[in-house]
């Protein structure tokens, strides 16, 4: 075990606990020395941790605002958190970390300079913003990789919901107000895969929690502004592990739940070319049946526009 395992073991092994513990015994759990758990104490210390040592052992009392650790004590998720203080890209250091073999990372970026959203937009990424991506392997083949998008989609707007905010979802993936309809996050998915299994599945997230509305384009909110809880660390927290509780034979109904979009008028742009009607249903992986002058159509892809009000 590196050090950076032996420090996310002893940040588990504390979350887990809720009070002291005591020295040996962490040792003994970590199979490291006292000496190495007094250093890795030390260094969490340094990095913003209020760590107590007492005659019953060490106990955390604060945690920092955000970064790695922070994200890290108290995830219940699988992930490794690697944290950057600015990043290009936070999918684009994923998909390195996905070439390389890695799986079940989380890389989250306190800005990034060349952050983009579906077809290839730009995202404003300022500071006070959750920048994070996901990357998994999940034995699935690649035709239910739009069904990921979806579940990050719901992961968001639970987790806005939860710190104050009424988020509904508009198809696919883009979370927005429900009044105002100004936008909150965006999902960007980016995967690789053989004829019968992804090889790996980038899930990409844009948030606009902590993030003052000067910093923002005016179709563009944020749950500070909305005025929301703008924990960062806890809404990032909250988006991870809703999205590792997330059956993918579940999201639909979930994404039902939360979707701004059906029952709506609809303008689609697709590669085929424009779909309009109104927006009755999703199916199976995630595509968006619309009801047309000329019948039911399907659509699997495409940017999709309110045309008017529910």
Known sequence: MNGSDTRRSLLRALADAGGPVPGPALADDLGVSRAAVWKHVETLREAGFGIESGADGYAVRSVPEYGGDAIAYGLDAPDVVEYHDR????NDRARNLAVEGATDVLVVAGTQTGGRGRLDRTWNSPPGGVYASLLRRPDRPPAHAPVYTLAAAVAV???CREAGVDAVIKWPNDVLMAESERKLAGVLTEMEGEADRISWLIVGVGVNVDVSGGELPATATSVRVEGGDADRR????RVVETFHALDPDDVLAAWREYAATLGREVRVETPGGVVEGEAVDVEF???LVVRTDDGERTV?????????PA
């Open 87 to 90: 990043l290009p890209s936070t």
């Open 157 to 159: 707007a639970r987790a």
């Open 234 to 237: 806890r809404f990032c927290q």
């Open 285 to 287: 992986p995630g595509a």
């Open 300 to 308: 699997h892809a495409g940017d999709c526009e309110h045309l008017r």
